[in-house]
Nanobody
Framework: QLQLVESGGGWVQPGGSLRLSCSAS????????IGWFRQAPGNERKRVSC????????YYADSVKGRFTISRDNAKNMVYLQMNSLKPEDTGVYYC??????WGQGTQVTVSS
């Protein structure tokens, strides 16, 4: 079994930055497509950014392109999401997900003044 634990969320003012971390245990993340989803209050969970397992290419939702950067450290079994120029609409619970069935518990990100 693969366990995922997110950290790094918090409150930040608009324009600020946060770095989310996803720590994996139980097995290696090598070979997994892995990424980040966001769920805003009253909305469905949506994909924000991810690595494609086949070629390592990255995906970013249009709303975060140029502001967010996903990275991974296979040696540490970690995935990160650097979030810059944060906006109030980035508020939500951020989940780490390894396809197709592993989810973390989520970390809250709140962007407000």
């Amino acid at each position: 079994q693969l366990q995922l634990v997110e950290s790094g969320g918090g409150w930040v003012q608009p324009g600020g930055s946060l770095r989310l971390s996803c720590s994996a245990s139980g097995r290696s993340l090598d070979g997994y497509a892995i990424g980040w989803f966001r769920q805003a209050p009253g909305n469905e969970r949506k994909r924000v950014s991810c690595f494609n397992s086949n070629d390592g290419s990255t995906y970013y939702a249009d709303s975060v392109k140029g502001r967010f950067t996903i990275s991974r450290d296979n040696a540490k079994n970690m995935v990160y999401l650097q979030m810059n120029s944060l906006k109030p609409e980035d508020t939500g619970v951020y989940y780490c997900h390894a396809w197709s069935r592993y989810w973390g518990q989520g970390t809250q990100v709140t962007v407000s003044s």
